[in-house]
């Protein structure tokens, strides 16, 4: 809700700032594939994101994929041979129980056309354990016809008023060849230009865009048709690489094809990833973690291009965002990641129009499911439904109002509603300095920043609140809320009982709950002691 400050409000004795804070971290999250969304567990996780986390939009891979039915050319077979039919048909049943359910959980798509049916594609089974089929199609018309009757079988469902506010995305990372894409990226850029001209054809007004990109890199390994993994030895073996000149993926050249030849751009979507994976010369793949503020550095970058393109009003959205893009990095599990997100998102949070992070659940398996209750995956909540530290971060975030009273290094204090405030903040330690939280391989190699420091004072005054008001304080450390740090005290069992997931969603839930009272001048006052890796929420309580 927007709100306009009273005059009276004044934080640490100055007029409240009244700066626009927009919520991108919850405009969109990803989720691993479509078929997922049709398990109860997916569908009971999304809607607690949508009441509590605040999301507005989802965006998943493969809702043209073989386990959807959406293209067929053949009967099915069963226990004899599949006979060919006359000409392919669509059926939408599987995609329709998907996209019900996230505009009955009170969300909206966010469309990502993708992958390849298999009776379409030149290669198959390119990707994931579920065996995606990401290539080009063998006859482009057949797939501009499946794009144009999925789109107006939408509108028939659901009306055009509601479709045009779903953004349609073309594709997923085309430049990651040959797992994403194993044609050129003209061949990309084609497919782009077929699609979008096919949706503006069927409504001026739907909003289409691409290239979805992954991640920027230093060097030209993606200038080319191919990704050339030749040129990647200076980014490996570089002593500092953040001093190398990092940049967007295909964005560039995205844009001048589109131009060149009169293509609609609604939005750019790229990844943002803080990471790279590059070859030295030896061909070792070098993992690298970018500084903390590698996000905001590239969204930097991507306004300034967008500004001077010839679509300078087009809106800027990161489809994937996350500390890394490892399905087993045991850091999404923790606290620590928890601060980075929530520092990164507020540091960001006027330069996109949505950055979304991947994913909103455990239940995602493109490398299959994962092994243990606690395995690394990218989930706000695990595969039993227990909250990760990154959860709590993310209602937090969620509290917040859209206008700023004030913005620090440290956290933020926004107005809610008439004589009302909210906060956030945080203590990224003083001494990581520039660094990211990094990635782990286990939970024992997540502590290595345990000991991080030193403790944190926030002290703010807010006058000109209503006496006697109440505010509830959150608080998620190392101490409250570290739930995978639990697990592994247990032992970390692969296998939870019954009264496993209870005693760690216990565990999990047990932030550090205290309150605050306006007094009776209608000052609040915070002066709290936060300790290293801590995240504290200030909101009004419920009466």
Known sequence: MSVTPSASVLVDG???????????????????????????????????????????????????????????????????????LAEPVYT????????????????????????MPRELATQTETLFWWKAHCSPPKDMNAWVALVTATVEHWIERYGIDEVRTWPFEVWNEPNLVPHF?????????????????????????LKVGGPSSSVFVPDSRYDGEYHDTSVEAATAEAPDPELLPWKPVWIHDFIA???????????????????DFAFDTQGVGRHISRQRDATRNDLVVMREIIAASPYPDAELHITEWSTSPSSRDRMHDTV??????????????DLADSISYWTF???????????GPFHGGFGFVNEQGIHKPTFHAMA???????????QTEHGVITRTAENSVAGLFFNYPDSMGVKSVGSANSHTETRRLADEGPERRIHHSVAG???????????????????????????????????????????????????????????????????????????????
């Open 361 to 371: 659940t455990d239940v995602f398996e493109e490398g299959g499911g994962g092994i």
């Open 181 to 205: 894409w194993t044609g050129t990226k003209t061949e990309y850029f084609q497919l782009y230009e077929a699609t979008a001209l096919a949706i503006k054809a069927i409504d001026p007004e």
């Open 336 to 349: 620590f990641a928890a601060t980075y997100i929530a520092r990164a998102f507020l540091q960001c949070h």
């Open 396 to 406: 937090m975030l969620n509290r917040l109002g859209t206008r700023i009273a004030v």
């Open 14 to 84: 100055q007029p409240s700032s009244d700066v626009a804070l927009r919520h991108i971290w919850n405009e969109c999250i990803g989720a691993g594939r479509a078929n997922e969304a049709l398990r109860a567990d997916w569908q009971r996780h999304f809607q607690e994101a949508v009441d509590v986390l605040g999301v507005r939009y989802v965006r998943f891979h493969g809702v043209f994929h073989d386990d959807m039915f959406v293209y067929r050319a053949s009967n099915g077979g069963g226990f004899g041979p599949p006979t060919p």
């Open 465 to 543: 609140l209503r006496a006697g008001q109440v505010y509830s304080v959150e608080i998620l450390d190392q101490e409250h809320g570290d739930v995978a740090a639990a697990w592994h005290r247990m032992g970390e069992p692969l296998n939870l009982s019954r009264q496993d997931v209870a005693d760690l969603t216990t565990i999990a839930d047990d932030l550090d709950r205290r309150t605050l009272t306006v007094d009776d001048n209608g000052v609040l006052t915070v002066d709290m002691s936060l300790a290293p890796w801590a995240v504290m929420s200030l909101f009004p309580s419920t009466p």
């Open 92 to 115: 939408f049943a599987y995609v329709d129980k998907v996209f019900d359910a996230i505009l009955d959980a009170g969300a909206r798509p966010f469309v990502e056309l993708g992958f």
């Open 257 to 275: 094809y589109c131009a060149e030849r009169d293509v609609p751009i609604d939005f750019l979507s790229t990844h943002l990833y803080p990471t």
